[in-house]
Structure formats: C-alpha cells, structure tokens
Nanobody
Framework: QVQLVESGGGLVQAGGSLRLSCAAS????????MGWFRQAPGKTRESVAA????????NYVDSVKGRFTINRDNAKNTVYLQMNSLKPEDTAVYYC????????????WGQGTQVTVSS
C-alpha cells in the first residue's frame, strides 16, 4: 500500500514558477514509476510527466517540455515537479500517481493540489 500526498500548489502569475512535491508512504516507493497528471475544469485528466524508479528516464507531454522538470528522491520517498514559465493553460488540479510503467495503469493516486496561473 502506498499513500501519496501532494503539496506546493497555489496561485502564480503567468511566467512564474512553482514546485510541487509528492510525499509517499510505504517501503515500496522505489518500485514504482512516478508520474504527474493534471485535470482542468471541464476537461479529462491528462498525463504531464513521468520518471522511472532510478530517475534517469523521464517523459513529458509536449505542452510542458522545456518548462517542467520531474525528479525524485528515493531516500525521501518524494517526487517533485518543477514548473517554470507557467501559462494560464497550466491551471489545473495536479495529481501524483504511482504506476508500474509510464502511462500504464495507475495503482495509487494522490488527492491533488490546485495550481492556478493568472494572466
């Protein structure tokens, strides 16, 4: 069993930065591919970024490439999402997720953290 708790969301102006954190409980954290998803009002949930267990392989959706960076610290059971050059269209609830393969079945979800980017 893995519990995921996100933090770091908030309100920021366009062009600003935020760093999201996802703290995981459980000793099996490093067994999972970790990912970030987001869901904007009236839209379906979409994948944003994913990172493998060792942290040397990452994947990003095209819309965030070059602006967002995902990394993980297995010693702290934490995965991060550094978001730079934020745009109003990045506004969404951001969810942390634990998977066995990137963009495969999600075994555990966090509760979500709101990110709002004002223009």
């Amino acid at each position: 069993q893995v519990q995921l708790v996100e933090s770091g969301g908030g309100l920021v102006q366009a062009g600003g930065s935020l760093r999201l954190s996802c703290a995981a409980s459980g000793r099996t954290f490093r067994s999972y591919v970790m990912g970030w998803f987001r869901q904007a009002p009236g839209k379906t949930r979409e994948s944003v970024a994913a990172i493998n267990w060792s942290g040397d392989i990452t994947n990003y959706v095209d819309s965030v490439k070059g602006r967002f960076t995902i990394n993980r610290d297995n010693a702290k059971n934490t995965v991060y999402l550094q978001m730079n050059s934020l745009k109003p269209e990045d506004t969404a609830v951001y969810y942390c997720a634990a998977m066995l393969t990137a963009w495969g079945r999600v075994y555990y979800w966090g509760q979500g953290t709101q990110v709002t980017v004002s223009s």
